[in-house]
């Protein structure tokens, strides 16, 4: 099988053996497992672990230093997959990074809620930390060139980017069925309190019918049968799972300016689309709008993480319905995106509300002719 390169392997290979652990987090299935094996596939003395094997848990469990140099022995580079199931792994990692010099640590994790509150503190300046998402475009167009990326653009808004996906494309359907079931949500049905998946699920179908409108979780609570305050927690758990991540709206000046409202959207579209069990072309769908805008501004989220692009992001809408679908803070400075499938909807311009209140601003308006002059690195 054929892999893409990820955008993260030549960052990762520059970070080996500087004295820090390399930390991935992303969610289950995007490739932090084939990244490592690539890495070190023509490296000496690899030692691999996978937290997801009891035996393996059971060593690492608050482990003494003189077991982890039983365990790592002569081993120079150490992959730990899945840490997040192992209770106080930063402590561990830290062991290994203070007293062991010599051995690169290679850390992945499918759950931030988990694994980064037990790494940040005692890993503090010990570590080098990415984020990987499912394949991003400028990844396929790095493998494929032009028209591979152009080609592949209605089956990712369709079936999305996991890599699975992307290298199977004659049997989309069943991959994103499994991924999209309680394999995807393992690290978050493992969560203490969560004692409701069926709740989880509901939860996830009506996001996934809101994607590029404002949610309310009060009426969400409603529709699924649950309390607010239940719909706010198990959103914040999918935000860690890297599941669904939310959008704020913008709100500093006017005072029409909807100021608690917010967005979802989903990392990935097939995830989105396998939720409501809809895979039509294109030409048959009534949601092209909104999965056209949760592509470009997941892929945009990639781009900017992945070129290191700091910014703060929003959109933007009044009492009067005036909006902006997309909104990017960087040095004082924002960025406008309006999201059309349309090429020939193009003549849109920005609400006089924003520019009397915010001044004149870089606005674009993004169609499948100009997407990627902006997800791909210049």
């Not at 984020?131 to 808004?157: C, K, W």
């Not at 709008?289 to 945009?300: D, K, P, T």
Request: aromatic share 10%.
């Amino acid at each position: 099988m054929k892999f893409i390169r990820r955008r993260l392997h030549d960052v990762i290979e520059d970070k080996l053996f500087k004295g820090k652990a390399i930390i991935i987090i992303g969610a289950r299935q995007v490739g932090k497992s084939t990244l490592f094996r690539q890495i070190t596939e023509n490296k000496e003395n690899v030692l691999s672990l996978n937290c997801d094997d009891p035996s393996v848990r059971q060593l690492l469990q608050n482990a003494n230093l003189n077991t982890l140099k039983q365990l790592i022995g002569n081993s120079k580079i150490v992959v730990v997959d899945e840490a997040q199931r192992i209770m106080g792994i930063g402590l561990t990692l830290k062991l290994i990074t203070d007293n062991m010099p010599d051995v690169q640590l290679l850390v992945s994790g499918s759950s931030s809620f988990q694994l980064q509150g037990q790494l940040n503190e005692p890993l503090t300046g010990r570590k080098f930390e990415y984020h990987l998402y499912p394949i991003s475009t400028e990844e396929i167009f790095n493998d494929t060139g032009l028209l591979g990326a152009v080609q592949s653009l209605e089956n990712r808004m369709i079936f999305g980017s996991y890599p699975d996906v992307v290298n199977n494309m004659e049997n989309p359907h069943d991959i994103l069925m499994n991924l999209s079931g309680s394999y995807m949500y393992q690290d978050l049905l493992s969560l203490e309190g969560i004692r409701k998946p069926a709740i989880i699920e509901k939860l996830l179908v009506a996001l996934a019918l809101q994607v590029g409108s404002e949610i309310s979780f009060s009426e969400i609570s409603q529709t699924i049968g649950t309390d607010s305050k239940t719909v706010e927690k198990y959103i914040d758990l999918l935000e860690k799972c890297y599941i669904v991540f939310r959008m704020p709206a913008l709100s500093r000046n006017l005072r029409n300016e909807l100021k608690k409202s917010k967005k979802i959207y989903f990392y990935d579209n097939g995830i989105r689309n396998s939720i409501i069990q809809n895979f039509n072309p294109l030409s048959m769908r009534n949601d092209v709008g909104a999965l056209w805008e949760n592509f470009f501004i997941s892929e945009r989220l990639k781009f900017n993480h992945y070129n290191r692009n700091y910014c703060n992001t929003y959109f933007w809408r009044t009492t009067e319905q005036h909006e902006i679908d997309y909104v990017e803070e960087s040095n004082g400075k924002f960025t406008l995106f309006e999201m059309k499938w349309n090429p020939k909807k193009t003549n849109v311009t920005v609400p006089k509300s924003f520019t009397k209140a915010y001044g004149e601003q870089e606005f674009h308006v993004i169609t499948p002719d100009n997407y990627l002059q902006f997800l791909l690195h210049k």
